[in-house]
């Protein structure tokens, strides 16, 4: 059986390292994972295999240690809203399941309404979070675009995980404590 840590962000939103064997494919289907962002540049055949396996795939290669480009992080989430949309819940992963997952997902999390503090925060009961100052750089910078593109003032972004995070979409995206998965089924 397969230990994998799988940690969820919200309903339809999960963090992880690499899936590298089939039995961590099989604990991310059993928990209903259906979609995947990968950002492994390193392992440059594993999004393939894991389309092969059934998962829907974003291949978003970042190099480890760096911060992804703005302009390509947002056309990733526009694949995860729509696929969301859809009923799919997706996991995000990079290598370790740490520096470039934690930027991503907090990024996306801030595009949804959460100020950079409630995001990072979001991810406290996770390994995922931002490791490196590129990565930190950034997010501030993130929050600056978000602001500017949205005509907020800086206190508009709320700082508060439990306030939600709906953007115009009619979802509630709110960040939970669900359970992990290093659970055998």
């Not at 992880?16 to 995947?36: N, R, S, T, Y």
């Not at 092969?52 to 526009?78: H, N, Q, R, S, T």
């Not at 907020?152 to 700082?159: G, I, K, Q, S, V």
Request: proline fraction near 5%.
């Amino acid at each position: 059986m397969s230990n994998y840590p799988l940690k969820w962000i919200t309903d339809d939103l999960a963090v992880g390292c690499v899936p590298m064997f089939q039995p961590d494919l099989d604990v991310m289907k059993q928990h209903g994972i259906d979609a995947i962002v990968n950002l492994c540049g390193e392992f440059f055949d594993l999004h393939e295999i894991q389309a092969e396996a059934g998962f829907k795939v974003y291949f978003f290669p970042i190099l480890d240690e760096c911060a992804p480009d703005m302009a390509a992080m947002e056309a990733a989430f526009a694949w995860m809203d729509t696929a969301i949309a859809k009923g799919n819940k997706i996991l995000v992963h990079c290598r370790f399941g740490i520096g470039r997952t934690g930027t991503f997902v907090a990024a996306y999390l801030m595009q949804h309404g959460l100020g950079m503090k409630a995001a990072v925060k979001a991810l406290k009961h996770t390994r995922a979070n931002p490791t490196h100052y590129c990565q930190w750089k950034m997010l501030r910078k993130y929050k600056k675009k978000l602001k500017s593109d949205n005509g907020l003032p800086e206190d508009r972004a709320t700082e508060d995980p439990e306030a939600g995070m709906s953007k115009n979409r009619g979802r509630n995206f709110r960040p939970n404590e669900r359970p992990t998965s290093n659970i055998e089924h």
